[in-house]
């Protein structure tokens, strides 16, 4: 599989090759993170499509349905006889739907909400206010509904102009939910959205007037991507964006600390906001850290037959995590905890490195992690000692020989590329491994270079920091001038 990026960031042009472990190292600020993003992006935003447009439609109906009924002001004072002094106006029995609209029982039944919203519009148009215009046109109803509408007309007017909007706001929801039957605005939209998150709503160059930024993801079977975007929105030429995802769960780790932070909430009904969206519902998408949170907080368990097969390729590796990371980990309302040796230990109060292990070691234990999981590493050895970068480099290796995880990972740390790329030659995988160099232009802009057939570029361009810093500490430590230190 190989992404083709252009005019992205400060990415000018360029292909990555995304077949088990891609390493990218570079100087700061030259783009190393603008691949992460963009993969992350894509693929968050299509896992689990039609759970997230499942999830979209209940609540963009719901939120539809209480606009409907504010509309609906005298029908819902008729609805409640407890507002006059004899019985009131009955509501017919065949209005089943308009009953559960003002006893707020609509929402029993949520997997069924779009068929109800269906059959409420139905109901409201053939809901006959002549039937009811001599008893809603009497003294008593209209000095009551126009001291509570501030409206001075006729009842039963008010009350069929009142069902005239009801009804156009519900045709045109039932219009927006048949509009997209192939899920191609959705999915563009989705994808949009997550990309504006991602990349702070600065996806294309802004150092650069460009017409537009493309990005594809294909290979030679297959297209799972491609598009070009404006500053505004993803081009929409009639067709697919999006063909289908290899992954089913893709995690962005670029902060230890999401694992001593709580999720965030949402306005929304109770788990209806796991995925807060897009095509329907214009809030804001969640963030990779927000994903990251909750899939460490997820409190499934294991089910016997889970117990009974274990996944055995993960047996090494969970070991080797087990001996940094030996305990287990406690989430209650009462806060976050490591256990280990009978002792409760704040999370926060674990070293920065360990939480970077913990990160890994949650994810393996939830069952987050198999061959159809995409893993993202922003230079994930910023907290770690030497000792523990080697041990890191060890897993991942590992993650993607025997499990099949496909790691892409950002590093500017000699030792931790060393460590990867002795690992990658120790257990075999040469063939599944790809090494990039970000290579800044004379205008700022950003290429990637392939460098498999010489890895010794990366370990100059490291070695060329230190051996200046050695410089200048020989300077000072031997007394030597500036001019002396060529000698």
């Known amino acids: 599989m190989e992404l083709t990026i252009k005019n992205i960031g400060i990415v000018k042009e360029s292909r990555i090759k995304l077949d088990g472990l891609t390493v990218i190292t570079g100087k700061n600020n030259s783009g190393k993170t603008t691949v992460g993003r963009v993969v992350y992006s894509l693929f968050d935003s299509v896992t689990d499509i039609k759970d997230k447009v499942r999830i979209d439609k209940i609540n963009f109906i719901i939120k539809k349905i209480n606009k409907t009924e504010n509309k609906l002001t005298v029908l819902k004072l008729l609805k409640q006889p407890e507002n006059f002094d004899d019985d ?27 068929k109800y919203l269906i059959e409420l519009n139905s109901e409201l148009k053939s809901f006959d206010t002549k ?11 209209e000095k009551f509904i126009m001291s509570r509408t501030n409206k001075n007309d006729i009842v039963s007017v008010i009350l069929e ?50 017409e537009y930024g493309s990005i594809k993801i294909a290979d030679a079977d297959s297209i799972y ?15 697919p964006i999006f063909y289908k995802t290899p992954y089913t769960h893709v995690f962005f780790i670029d902060n230890p600390f999401v694992l001593e932070e709580s999720p965030r909430f949402y306005q929304g009904f109770n788990d209806l906001e796991n995925y807060s969206v897009s095509f329907f519902n214009r809030k804001r998408i969640r963030s990779h850290g927000e994903n990251l949170r909750r899939a460490i907080l ?63 070691k949650l994810l393996i234990d939830k069952d987050k992690v198999d061959m159809n999981t995409i893993i993202i590493l922003d230079e994930p050895e910023a907290h770690l000692h030497p000792e523990w970068q080697n041990s ?44 990039y160099q970000t290579d800044v232009q004379d205008n700022g802009t950003v290429e990637y270079k392939c460098v498999n057939e010489d890895l010794g570029e990366i370990y100059t361009d490291f070695m060329e920091s230190f051996s200046y810093a050695k410089e200048v500490r020989d300077n000072y430590y031997y007394g030597l001038d500036e001019d002396d230190s060529d000698v």
């Open 161 to 210: 102009d009142e069902i005239i909007a009801a009804t156009a706001e519900l045709d045109n929801v039932i219009s927006i939910l048949r509009s997209d039957d192939e899920l191609i605005d959705y999915t563009r939209e989705n994808i949009y959205r997550t990309l504006l998150e991602e990349f702070n709503e600065e996806i294309l160059p802004i150092n650069r007037d460009v």
């Open 298 to 360: 997820d409190s499934r368990r294991a089910s016997v037959l889970e117990y009974l097969n274990p996944d055995n390729s993960l047996l090494a590796i969970k070991q080797l995590v087990s001996k940094i990371i030996p305990g287990e980990f406690e989430f209650t309302r009462e806060g976050k905890f490591y256990i280990v040796n009978d002792h409760k230990i704040n999370i926060k109060n674990l070293a920065t490195g360990s939480k970077m292990f913990s990160l890994l």
């Open 392 to 435: 890191f480099a060890e897993i991942i290796v590992l993650l993607v020989k025997e499990v099949g995880v496909n790691i892409l990972l950002t590093s500017h740390s000699p030792n931790f590329v060393l460590a990867i790329e002795a690992y990658m030659r120790k257990y075999e995988i040469i063939k599944k491994t790809n090494f």
């Open 225 to 239: 991507f491609n598009m070009k975007l404006t500053n505004s929105s993803i081009i929409d030429n009639g067709q």
């Open 88 to 114: 009131g106006i009955d509501m017919p029995n065949s209005k089943k739907c308009i009953q559960k609209l003002f006893n707020n029982r609509y929402m029993d039944d949520l997997l069924n909400i779009e």
């Open 131 to 141: 039937k009811f215009e001599k008893e809603l046109e009497t003294w008593e109803f």
